[in-house]
T-cell receptor, first 113, second 111 residues
C-alpha cells in the first residue's frame, strides 16, 4: 500500500533563517506531488506542483521554492523565512496522469518567530 | 474571479440528526468535485468524489449531491455521531491536475 511521510512534524524557526521540509511517498511510481499551506482557519493554498523529476510549477510568487530530486521525493525550501510563512504545510500525491483523489501527508506545523 | 464558499465556518448538531453542508462556487466549470475530512493537526482525508454527470453519490452515512446549474454541492451526514466531528472541505477540479479547496466547515456533534 502507499504511504506518504513528511518531516519534521513541527518546526520553530527565527525570521531570516533557512527552511527545508521533506516529503516522500512509498508504494507508487511517477506520482503527481503537491505542496500546500494552510493558515489558521483558512483553506488550503496550493504552493507547488510537480509531474516528474525536476518539473516544478509554482502557483504564487513568494520566497519559497520546491525541488523534486527523485521520483518520490519532494522538498520545500526557503533561503530566508518571513513571519508570514508560518502555517501548516501539507504534501499530497495523486496517481500520475490522474486528477482524482489526493492523498495527504501528516503535515508540518511551522512557526516563524 | 474564481471563488469557493462553504456555507458556514461552524455547524453544531445533536447526535442522530443530519448535518447538511453547502459548497457554492463561481467561475469554475469542474469536471468533478470532492469532499475531504480534516481532523485538528492532521492532513485531509478523501471521502467522496462526484462527477459533473452524476447527481448524487452515497457512501455509508454520507451523501453528496452536485448541481452544475446552481453551481452547488450539498454534503449530508445522516445519523450523525460525535466521531463525525471534524472540518469538512470541498475541493473543485481546476482541469490541470490541480484542486481548489474551500475554507471548510467545522462540524461538532453533541452527544
Amino acid at each position: 500500500s502507499q504511504t506518504i511521510h513528511q518531516w519534521p512534524a513541527t518546526l520553530v524557526q527565527p525570521v531570516g533563517s533557512p527552511l527545508s521540509l521533506e516529503c516522500t511517498v512509498e508504494g507508487t511510481s511517477n506520482p503527481n506531488l503537491y505542496w500546500y499551506r494552510q493558515a489558521a482557519g483558512r483553506g488550503l493554498q496550493l504552493l507547488f506542483y510537480s509531474v516528474g523529476i525536476g518539473q516544478i510549477s509554482s502557483e504564487v510568487p513568494q520566497n519559497l521554492s520546491a525541488s523534486r530530486p527523485q521520483d518520490r521525493q519532494f522538498i520545500l525550501s526557503s533561503k530566508k523565512l518571513l513571519l508570514s510563512d508560518s502555517g501548516f504545510y501539507l504534501c499530497a500525491w495523486t496517481l500520475g496522469g490522474s486528477t482524482d483523489t489526493q492523498y495527504f501527508g501528516p503535515g508540518t506545523r511551522l512557526t516563524v518567530l | 474571479s474564481q471563488k469557493i464558499e462553504q456555507n458556514s465556518e461552524a455547524l453544531n448538531i445533536q447526535e442522530g440528526k443530519t448535518a447538511t453542508l453547502t459548497c457554492n462556487y463561481t467561475n469554475y466549470s469542474p469536471a468533478y468535485l470532492q469532499w475531504y475530512r480534516q481532523d485538528p493537526g492532521r492532513g485531509p482525508v478523501f471521502l467522496l468524489l462526484i462527477r459533473e454527470n452524476e447527481k448524487e453519490k452515497r457512501k455509508e452515512r454520507l451523501k453528496v449531491t452536485f448541481d452544475t446549474t446552481l453551481k452547488q454541492s450539498l454534503f449530508h451526514i445522516t445519523a450523525s455521531q460525535p466521531a463525525d466531528s471534524a472540518t469538512y472541505l470541498c475541493a473543485l477540479d481546476r482541469g490541470d491536475y490541480k484542486l481548489s479547496f474551500g475554507a471548510g466547515t467545522t462540524v461538532t456533534v453533541r452527544a
